[in-house]
T-cell receptor, first 113, second 113 residues
C-alpha cells in the first residue's frame, strides 16, 4: 500500500511570513496525483492545491505553491504572506489513477499575529 | 447548491447497535467516498463508489457496508457498532476518479460506548 508521511505534527509562522510544510510518499507507480487539503476548525476539508506526477512544473495557486521532487518522492507546500485564516490542519494526500486515496497524518499550522 | 450533505452530525451508539450514515451530493458527481478520521491518523478510505451501481473497498472496510442508492446518495452502515468505530466520518464526492478534486461533507461525529 502507498504511504504518505508528514513529519511535522505542528508548525508555526508569523503573519506575513513564509512557511513550508513537508510531505513524502512511497509508491512504485509512475502515474499518480498529489494534493494538499486544508481542514480549519470547522472540520470542512478544502482542496488547496493539486499536482499531476507527469507534469514537471510545480503547481501554484495564489499564495500557495508546491515543490514537487518526483525522484525524491517529496511534495512540500509553501505558503507565502501567511494570513490568520491560513491557520488549520494541512493534509498531504496521494491518489493513483484509480480510486484509492491516501492521506498523511496532518500538520497543524498556527499563524502568530 | 448545498454541495455534500451528511446526516446526522452527531451520534452516540451503544456497542452492538446498528445505524446508517447518510450522504447526498447535488453536483452530479459520479464518484463518492466514505472516510474515517481518527486523531493522529489522518483520513482513511473505507469504501468508494466509482459510479452509480458500483462499490469497492478502501483501506479499512471491515465492519462497514455501503449502498449507492442512486447517483446522489451513498450510505454507510454499521451493522454492529464497536468502540473501535468511534471516529469522525466524512463523505466526499468527485466528478471522476480520485485524481479529481474531492468535495467533502461536514462530517459525522460518532461515539460508540
Amino acid at each position: 500500500a502507498q504511504t504518505v508521511t508528514q513529519s511535522q505534527p505542528e508548525m508555526s509562522v508569523q503573519e506575513a511570513e513564509t512557511v513550508t510544510l513537508s510531505c513524502t510518499y512511497d509508491t512504485s507507480e509512475s502515474d499518480y496525483y498529489l494534493f494538499w487539503y486544508k481542514q480549519p476548525p470547522s472540520r470542512q476539508m478544502i482542496l488547496v492545491i493539486r499536482q499531476e506526477a507527469y507534469k514537471q512544473q510545480n503547481a501554484t495557486e495564489n499564495r500557495f505553491s508546491v515543490n514537487f521532487q518526483k525522484a525524491a518522492k517529496s511534495f512540500s507546500l509553501k505558503i507565502s504572506d501567511s494570513q490568520l485564516g491560513d491557520a488549520a490542519m494541512y493534509f498531504c494526500a496521494y491518489s493513483n489513477t484509480g480510486n484509492q486515496f491516501y492521506f498523511g497524518t496532518g500538520t497543524s499550522l498556527t499563524v502568530i499575529p | 447548491n448545498a454541495g455534500v450533505t451528511q446526516t446526522p452530525k452527531f451520534q452516540v451508539l451503544k456497542t452492538g447497535q446498528s445505524m446508517t450514515l447518510q450522504c447526498a451530493q447535488d453536483m452530479n458527481h459520479n464518484s463518492m467516498y466514505w472516510y474515517r478520521q481518527d486523531p493522529g491518523m489522518g483520513l482513511r478510505l473505507i469504501y468508494y463508489s466509482a459510479s452509480e451501481g458500483t462499490t469497492d473497498k478502501g483501506e479499512v472496510p471491515n465492519g462497514y457496508n455501503v449502498s449507492r442508492l442512486n447517483k446522489r446518495e451513498f450510505s454507510l452502515r454499521l451493522e454492529s457498532a464497536a468502540p473501535s468505530q468511534t471516529s469522525v466520518y466524512f463523505c466526499a464526492s468527485s466528478r471522476g476518479p480520485a485524481t479529481y478534486e474531492q468535495y467533502f461533507g461536514p462530517g459525522t461525529r460518532l461515539t460508540v460506548t
